[in-house]
């Protein structure tokens, strides 16, 4: 556990409401003057508070209140927070948002992410922060107040919090409609752990600006006229057609030449099912691929030669993280495998996950160029998050997909920017999954000033 001050809450009812005093040693840390005036800030609210410092108290690390100003700070007494002390500011927390809309399921009521809220709000007591989840409707904009959720032993329940000092954003908080919200939001200096991600294509061109990036990025084009389509076609083997806004590999359609005849083959999944569809011709093809992309937008991209392990085509999910350092690291990585015949990997179309040195033994068996394979995937993966920052601004997490192909080339295939850790429950790399869950709020204290 990281070494930050943790200050434990005592109510004293003897003490003013306009007063709070600090245990020596907390008092030794700032230049504290008999009841000098402090703003003391929980989140956004913000009390002016005379402070002393205890001469007789032996406790440590503790800070004294009145019950009501305890009460009015939204804390609880006897819990320990963070604190940062500065000349004219007491700072308690981080406060961090998690923002999503409730669902109406009483045991699951933010859906598949459920779980994950509990696990953040649990790890964000142990460091001595206050967390909740939130959506737009739930802040009262008159009294600065939040009607938020928090889960402990008794489940889900529902709590006053204050406006949070960080946001950590996991479902529609980008929404057009919200735009009015997100400006408050930003009025009031509340930090965004995330901003939103742009659709594939603007992603690959952000990607091509950076010379680290470029020999790791298939060849990709956006479909303007199914004329891209041809193109790559006819120069490749096999292409895949990707919806610009697309996630969890759906609507993807593969595309390839057959070898010993004329025309093509493609395949797509539909209703949990792999469809495979032959085409005459160029023109053949164009006329049965209208339905399937539905005039939403596409680009195409060369396939890479995945790697596979038991039959099922490999890529790589790199899970890179801002700590309280405010730098970017690799937090875990782990293959994900497509069944037998897929055409993408995706776990929620039924792929499975395995550790990356698993797969990696199996494929290749030089140890000194599995290191490199590793070392290089590190490489690319850092390199994606910084550029996604340099163009979107502050980034907190990026998960990143890597393929290996055979000859052990890596190849960047996306970035996304609210990743799912599901992947290193599969794995059983607990360890890794439970620091996933607790850097991004150890980056909510750096961004929070703690």
Request: hydrophobic residues 35%.
């Amino acid at each position: 556990m990281h070494d930050f001050i943790m200050v434990n809450i005592k109510a004293d009812p003897q003490l003013a409401q306009d007063t709070i005093i600090l245990s020596a040693d907390l008092a030794s840390r700032g230049s504290y003057g008999y009841k000098r005036l402090v703003k003391f800030n929980v989140g956004k609210s913000q009390q002016s508070l005379k402070v002393r410092s205890s001469t007789s108290r032996l406790d440590k690390n503790t800070l004294y209140m009145n019950p009501a100003s305890i009460k009015k700070a939204f804390l609880q007494e006897n819990l320990k927070y963070g604190i940062s002390l500065n000349q004219d500011e007491i700072n308690i927390g981080p406060v961090i948002g998690i923002i999503a809309p409730k669902q109406d399921s009483t045991k699951r009521p933010y859906g598949s992410q459920t779980g994950f809220f509990q696990q953040i709000i649990t790890s964000s007591r142990k460091l001595g922060q206050i967390c909740f989840a939130f959506y737009f409707t739930d802040i009262d904009w008159n009294k600065k107040i939040v009607n938020g959720y928090f889960h402990n032993k008794n489940g889900w329940q529902r709590g006053k919090f204050p406006l949070p000092d960080v946001i950590y954003p996991r479902s529609k908080f980008y929404v057009a409609s919200k735009a009015d919200s997100r400006r408050r939001l930003k009025q009031a200096r509340i930090k965004i752990l995330n901003p939103q991600m742009v659709g594939k294509w603007e992603a690959y061109r952000v990607f091509k600006r950076n010379p680290d990036m470029l020999p790791y990025l298939p060849e990709t084009r956006l479909v303007n006229s199914f004329r891209q389509v041809e193109i790559m076609a006819k120069k490749y083997r096999a292409v895949y057609l990707k919806p610009v806004n697309g996630t969890q590999g759906k609507n993807i359609i593969r595309v390839s030449r057959n070898l010993k005849s004329p025309g093509y083959c493609y395949q797509y999944r539909y209703n949990g099912s792999l469809c495979k569809v032959s085409a005459s011709d160029l023109l053949q093809l164009r006329k049965k691929l209208g339905p399937i992309m539905a005039g939403r937008s596409y680009l195409v991209q060369k396939e890479i030669n995945l790697i596979r392990y038991e039959g099922g085509i490999v890529d790589i999910r790199v899970m890179v993280q801002k700590e309280h350092n405010g730098r970017w690291e690799v937090t875990g990585m782990a293959c994900r495998v497509g069944k037998p015949g897929a055409i993408t990997s995706n776990i929620s179309g039924g792929g499975s996950a395995i550790r990356v040195e698993t797969v990696l033994r199996n494929v290749f068996t030089g140890s000194k160029q599995i290191n490199q394979i590793i070392e290089t995937i590190i490489f690319v993966a850092i390199n994606a998050a910084v550029s996604v920052e340099d163009y979107l601004g502050n980034c907190g997490e990026v998960g990143v997909d890597i393929g290996v192909d055979k000859y052990g080339k890596i190849w960047f295939i996306e970035a996304n920017l609210r990743p799912a850790r599901h992947v290193f429950i599969l794995t059983g790399e607990t360890e890794t999954r439970q620091k996933s869950i607790e850097t991004p709020l150890l980056y909510a204290r750096y961004l929070a000033g703690f």
